[in-house]
């Protein structure tokens, strides 16, 4: 069964900060990249940040700098470490896997994060 639970969201200050986190089941874990997307009100889903399955790193413009990607191979976690949170930071966040093999997304159920100015 494929799992995909995030956790971390919540209302933070402009400047502050939030780690996010991901736990996927371990054979999801192994076999696929990993990544983060965020939809605001009123916009589409959007590209935050994504680790290959080997640990090679990508980030949006729009984060770089400020959140940081990372995997935690004994653990089936990947953490987004998000700091200088601005509000149009908020939005829903959303863990997201794919498999290089197959092609195939999965996504978890989304986490809230609110950036009050």
């Known amino acids: 069964q494929v799992q995909l639970v995030e956790s971390g969201g919540g209302l933070v200050e402009a400047g502050g900060s939030l780690r996010l986190s991901c736990v996927a089941s371990?054979?999801?874990?192994?076999?696929?990249?990993i990544g983060w997307y965020r939809e605001a009100p009123g916009k589409q889903r959007e590209f935050v940040a994504r680790?290959?399955?080997?640990?090679?790193?990508a980030t949006a413009d729009s984060v770089k700098g400020r959140f940081r990607i990372s995997r935690d191979n004994a653990k089936n976690t990947v953490y987004l470490d998000m700091n200088s949170l601005k509000p149009e930071d908020t939005g829903v966040y959303y863990c997201?896997?794919?498999?290089?093999?197959?092609?195939?997304?999965?996504w978890g159920q989304g986490t809230q994060v609110t950036v009050s100015s």
């Open positions: 997201n896997s794919f498999m290089p093999i197959i092609g195939v997304n999965y």
């Open positions: 371990r054979g999801i874990f192994i076999t696929s990249d």
């Open positions: 680790v290959t399955k080997d640990g090679a790193t």
